[in-house]
Protein backbone atom coordinates (compact mmCIF):
# COMPACT_ATOMS: atom_id res chain seq x y z
CA UNK A 1 0.00 0.00 0.00
CA UNK A 2 1.29 3.47 -1.25
CA UNK A 3 0.93 6.90 0.45
CA UNK A 4 -1.53 8.39 -1.00
CA UNK A 5 -3.62 4.97 -0.28
CA UNK A 6 -3.17 5.35 3.22
CA UNK A 7 -4.16 8.88 3.26
CA UNK A 8 -7.30 8.29 1.46
CA UNK A 9 -8.43 5.32 4.23
CA UNK A 10 -8.14 8.02 6.60
CA UNK A 11 -10.25 10.47 4.76
CA UNK A 12 -13.00 8.88 5.82
CA UNK A 13 -13.12 10.72 9.26
CA UNK A 14 -10.27 13.70 8.87
CA UNK A 15 -10.05 16.07 6.11
CA UNK A 16 -7.16 15.85 3.76
CA UNK A 17 -4.69 17.80 4.87
CA UNK A 18 -4.63 16.14 8.72
CA UNK A 19 -5.01 12.52 7.24
CA UNK A 20 -1.48 13.40 5.28
CA UNK A 21 -0.36 14.40 8.17
CA UNK A 22 -1.12 12.01 10.36
CA UNK A 23 0.07 9.09 7.85
CA UNK A 24 3.33 11.28 7.60
CA UNK A 25 3.77 10.94 10.95
CA UNK A 26 3.06 7.97 11.49
CA UNK A 27 5.59 6.97 8.86
CA UNK A 28 8.01 9.07 10.37
CA UNK A 29 8.12 7.90 14.33
CA UNK A 30 7.21 4.31 13.61
CA UNK A 31 9.19 3.73 10.63
CA UNK A 32 11.76 6.22 10.06
CA UNK A 33 10.64 7.37 6.62
CA UNK A 34 11.52 11.14 6.14
CA UNK A 35 8.96 13.36 3.93
CA UNK A 36 11.98 12.83 0.75
CA UNK A 37 11.72 8.75 1.29
CA UNK A 38 7.75 8.69 1.20
CA UNK A 39 7.49 10.90 -1.55
CA UNK A 40 10.11 8.55 -3.72
CA UNK A 41 7.78 5.81 -2.72
CA UNK A 42 9.78 3.93 0.26
CA UNK A 43 6.47 3.65 2.22
CA UNK A 44 6.01 0.00 -0.33
CA UNK A 45 9.90 -1.26 0.16
CA UNK A 46 8.26 -1.83 3.75
CA UNK A 47 9.67 -5.38 4.92
CA UNK A 48 6.89 -7.62 5.27
CA UNK A 49 6.87 -7.14 8.99
CA UNK A 50 6.95 -3.50 8.91
CA UNK A 51 3.75 -4.11 6.39
CA UNK A 52 1.82 -5.83 9.02
CA UNK A 53 2.66 -3.20 11.40
CA UNK A 54 1.26 0.01 9.46
CA UNK A 55 -1.66 -2.16 8.83
CA UNK A 56 -2.45 -2.72 12.60
CA UNK A 57 -1.88 0.78 13.16
CA UNK A 58 -4.06 1.88 10.53
CA UNK A 59 -6.93 0.06 11.30
CA UNK A 60 -6.56 1.74 14.73
CA UNK A 61 -6.60 5.12 13.10
CA UNK A 62 -9.53 4.35 11.04
CA UNK A 63 -11.48 3.78 14.84
CA UNK A 64 -10.59 7.89 15.49
CA UNK A 65 -8.35 6.30 17.92
CA UNK A 66 -6.01 9.15 18.36
CA UNK A 67 -2.79 8.79 16.79
CA UNK A 68 -0.83 9.69 19.85
CA UNK A 69 -1.92 6.38 21.94
CA UNK A 70 -1.84 4.53 18.37
CA UNK A 71 2.12 5.40 18.55
CA UNK A 72 2.84 5.79 22.50
CA UNK A 73 4.02 9.51 22.23
CA UNK A 74 3.01 12.65 22.22
CA UNK A 75 5.06 16.14 21.13
CA UNK A 76 4.64 18.70 23.77
CA UNK A 77 7.55 21.88 24.32
CA UNK A 78 9.64 20.47 21.76
CA UNK A 79 10.53 16.71 23.48
CA UNK A 80 8.34 13.59 23.14
CA UNK A 81 6.01 12.05 25.90
CA UNK A 82 5.03 8.68 26.52
CA UNK A 83 1.47 8.82 26.36
CA UNK A 84 -1.76 5.97 27.09
CA UNK A 85 -5.11 6.26 27.34
CA UNK A 86 -4.78 6.70 31.23
CA UNK A 87 -3.81 10.61 30.50
CA UNK A 88 -4.82 13.50 28.33
CA UNK A 89 -2.38 14.11 25.24
CA UNK A 90 -0.85 17.05 26.04
CA UNK A 91 -1.87 19.65 23.80
CA UNK A 92 -0.50 22.94 21.97
CA UNK A 93 -2.42 25.35 24.29
CA UNK A 94 -1.17 23.74 27.29
CA UNK A 95 2.93 24.67 26.13
CA UNK A 96 1.48 27.90 26.08
CA UNK A 97 1.00 28.35 29.56
CA UNK A 98 4.29 26.29 29.94
CA UNK A 99 5.93 29.69 28.21
CA UNK A 100 4.40 31.79 29.87
CA UNK A 101 5.34 30.23 33.21
CA UNK A 102 9.22 29.60 32.26
CA UNK A 103 9.37 32.94 30.85
CA UNK A 104 7.96 34.53 34.77
CA UNK A 105 10.27 31.87 36.58
CA UNK A 106 9.89 30.54 39.70
CA UNK A 107 11.80 28.29 42.42
CA UNK A 108 9.36 25.86 44.06
CA UNK A 109 6.86 25.14 42.42
CA UNK A 110 3.54 23.17 41.90
CA UNK A 111 1.64 21.28 39.40
CA UNK A 112 -1.52 19.97 40.32
CA UNK A 113 -3.12 17.33 38.41
CA UNK A 114 -0.50 16.53 36.41
CA UNK A 115 -1.60 14.20 34.39
CA UNK A 116 1.91 12.79 32.01
CA UNK A 117 3.41 15.28 33.78
CA UNK A 118 4.01 17.31 30.28
CA UNK A 119 3.40 20.56 32.56
CA UNK A 120 5.88 20.13 35.71
CA UNK A 121 8.87 18.38 33.19
CA UNK A 122 9.15 21.04 30.92
CA UNK A 123 9.11 23.58 34.04
CA UNK A 124 11.85 21.26 35.64
CA UNK A 125 13.58 21.20 32.62
CA UNK A 126 13.29 24.49 31.60
CA UNK A 127 13.46 26.84 35.13
CA UNK A 128 17.07 26.38 36.08
CA UNK A 129 17.24 26.21 39.98
CA UNK A 130 13.60 25.12 40.12
CA UNK A 131 12.26 22.55 42.28
CA UNK A 132 9.30 20.71 41.00
CA UNK A 133 6.57 19.10 42.74
CA UNK A 134 3.36 16.66 40.64
CA UNK A 135 0.28 15.84 42.52
CA UNK A 136 -2.52 13.75 40.80
CA UNK A 137 -4.93 11.11 42.17
CA UNK A 138 -4.31 8.38 39.54
CA UNK A 139 -1.71 5.98 40.23
CA UNK A 140 -1.37 5.03 36.50
CA UNK A 141 -1.02 8.75 35.77
CA UNK A 142 1.64 9.02 38.14
CA UNK A 143 3.26 6.12 36.75
CA UNK A 144 3.37 7.64 33.44
CA UNK A 145 4.38 10.94 34.73
CA UNK A 146 7.52 9.27 36.53
CA UNK A 147 8.61 7.15 33.41
CA UNK A 148 8.43 10.71 31.34
CA UNK A 149 10.73 12.31 34.27
CA UNK A 150 12.70 9.19 33.70
CA UNK A 151 13.47 9.09 30.07
CA UNK A 152 13.26 13.02 29.40
CA UNK A 153 16.08 13.59 33.21
CA UNK A 154 13.99 15.86 34.79
CA UNK A 155 13.92 16.02 38.75
CA UNK A 156 10.05 15.86 39.45
CA UNK A 157 8.79 14.72 43.06
CA UNK A 158 5.48 12.80 41.96
CA UNK A 159 2.72 12.20 44.32
CA UNK A 160 -0.38 10.71 45.13
CA UNK A 161 -2.33 13.39 45.92
CA UNK A 162 -6.25 14.37 45.62
CA UNK A 163 -7.32 17.93 44.46
CA UNK A 164 -10.61 18.11 45.82
CA UNK A 165 -9.29 17.71 49.57
CA UNK A 166 -5.60 19.33 49.80
CA UNK A 167 -4.48 20.34 53.40
CA UNK A 168 -3.85 23.78 54.66
CA UNK A 169 -0.61 24.38 53.91
CA UNK A 170 1.28 28.20 54.43
CA UNK A 171 4.11 30.03 52.43
CA UNK A 172 5.34 26.71 50.53
CA UNK A 173 4.81 27.43 47.11
CA UNK A 174 6.43 30.31 44.40
CA UNK A 175 3.97 29.06 41.66
CA UNK A 176 0.88 26.67 41.80
CA UNK A 177 -0.27 25.88 38.07
CA UNK A 178 -3.29 23.55 37.10
CA UNK A 179 -4.86 22.22 34.26
CA UNK A 180 -7.59 20.62 36.17
CA UNK A 181 -11.08 18.85 34.35
CA UNK A 182 -12.49 21.61 33.12
CA UNK A 183 -15.60 20.12 30.46
CA UNK A 184 -19.35 20.32 31.71
CA UNK A 185 -21.18 16.77 30.57
CA UNK A 186 -23.64 19.15 28.14
CA UNK A 187 -20.51 20.12 26.15
CA UNK A 188 -20.19 16.51 25.44
CA UNK A 189 -22.15 16.74 21.76
CA UNK A 190 -19.67 19.50 20.30
CA UNK A 191 -16.87 17.64 21.22
CA UNK A 192 -15.01 15.10 18.84
CA UNK A 193 -15.27 11.21 18.79
CA UNK A 194 -11.79 11.24 19.48
CA UNK A 195 -11.48 12.61 22.07
CA UNK A 196 -14.86 11.25 23.90
CA UNK A 197 -14.45 7.62 23.32
CA UNK A 198 -10.33 7.75 24.24
CA UNK A 199 -9.29 10.27 26.64
CA UNK A 200 -10.14 9.85 30.83
CA UNK A 201 -13.42 10.83 31.21
CA UNK A 202 -11.89 11.86 34.65
CA UNK A 203 -9.28 14.03 33.23
CA UNK A 204 -11.62 15.88 31.27
CA UNK A 205 -15.02 16.57 33.01
CA UNK A 206 -16.72 18.30 35.97
CA UNK A 207 -20.39 18.07 37.00
CA UNK A 208 -22.78 20.60 34.96
CA UNK A 209 -23.95 22.19 38.35
CA UNK A 210 -20.32 22.83 39.78
CA UNK A 211 -17.80 23.94 36.36
CA UNK A 212 -15.85 25.54 39.19
CA UNK A 213 -15.44 22.35 41.24
CA UNK A 214 -11.42 22.08 40.84
CA UNK A 215 -10.56 25.61 40.05
CA UNK A 216 -12.20 26.41 43.78
CA UNK A 217 -10.64 23.79 45.70
CA UNK A 218 -7.16 24.80 43.93
CA UNK A 219 -7.86 28.75 44.64
CA UNK A 220 -8.44 28.14 48.29
CA UNK A 221 -5.73 25.73 48.74
CA UNK A 222 -3.78 28.56 46.93
CA UNK A 223 -4.17 31.38 48.79
CA UNK A 224 -2.74 30.18 51.76
CA UNK A 225 0.13 27.90 50.44
CA UNK A 226 1.42 30.60 48.00
CA UNK A 227 4.14 32.32 49.45
CA UNK A 228 4.09 35.97 49.27
CA UNK A 229 4.44 37.15 45.53
CA UNK A 230 3.74 33.95 44.64
CA UNK A 231 1.48 33.42 41.28
CA UNK A 232 -1.21 31.02 40.56
CA UNK A 233 -1.49 29.92 36.98
CA UNK A 234 -4.69 28.26 35.34
CA UNK A 235 -5.55 26.80 32.04
CA UNK A 236 -9.35 27.44 31.65
CA UNK A 237 -12.67 26.88 29.94
CA UNK A 238 -12.94 30.17 28.01
CA UNK A 239 -16.72 30.34 29.37
CA UNK A 240 -16.06 30.61 32.98
CA UNK A 241 -13.10 32.88 32.78
CA UNK A 242 -15.37 36.12 34.38
CA UNK A 243 -16.63 33.67 36.97
CA UNK A 244 -13.10 32.51 38.08
CA UNK A 245 -12.07 36.19 38.27
CA UNK A 246 -14.81 37.14 40.64
CA UNK A 247 -14.21 33.81 42.84
CA UNK A 248 -10.08 34.95 42.85
CA UNK A 249 -11.14 38.57 43.07
CA UNK A 250 -13.21 37.68 46.72
CA UNK A 251 -10.35 35.47 48.16
CA UNK A 252 -8.13 38.45 47.76
CA UNK A 253 -5.56 37.21 45.09
CA UNK A 254 -4.19 40.61 43.37
CA UNK A 255 -2.76 41.37 39.42
CA UNK A 256 -5.46 39.16 38.09
CA UNK A 257 -5.24 38.50 34.40
CA UNK A 258 -6.93 36.98 31.63
CA UNK A 259 -4.71 35.87 28.97
CA UNK A 260 -5.52 34.51 25.39
CA UNK A 261 -4.07 31.60 23.64
CA UNK A 262 -2.84 31.87 20.19
CA UNK A 263 -6.59 31.54 18.62
CA UNK A 264 -7.34 34.38 20.59
CA UNK A 265 -9.58 32.53 22.72
CA UNK A 266 -9.01 32.94 26.63
CA UNK A 267 -7.58 30.09 28.14
CA UNK A 268 -5.33 31.07 31.34
CA UNK A 269 -5.36 33.10 34.05
CA UNK A 270 -2.67 34.32 36.13
CA UNK A 271 -3.24 35.81 39.75
CA UNK A 272 -0.64 36.76 42.61
CA UNK A 273 -1.17 36.47 46.01
CA UNK A 274 -0.99 39.81 48.05
Partial sequence: MNYEE??????????AGEAKALV???????????????????VTQLSANDQ????????????????????????????????????LIPRPETAELCHLIVNNGGRDILDIGTGS??????????????????WDISEDA??????NAQ?????????????????TETDRWDVIVSNPPYICRKEANEMEENVLKYEPDTALFVPDDDPLLFYRHIMHYAISALKQGGRLYYEINPIYADSIVDNLQTLGFVDIAKIDDQYGKTRFIKATKA
Avoid: N
Avoid at 6 to 15: V, W
Avoid at 30 to 41: K, W
Avoid at 118 to 126: M, N, Q, R, V
Fill in 24 to 42: RWVLDVRFGLSTADIYCGK
Fill in 6 to 15: LCQRLCKIYD
Fill in 52 to 87: AELEKIMQRLEKAEPVQYVLGVADFCDRQFFVAPGV
Fill in 117 to 134: GCIAITLALDISDSEVTA
Fill in 151 to 167: TLGADVKFEKRDALALE
Fill in 142 to 147: LAIAQH
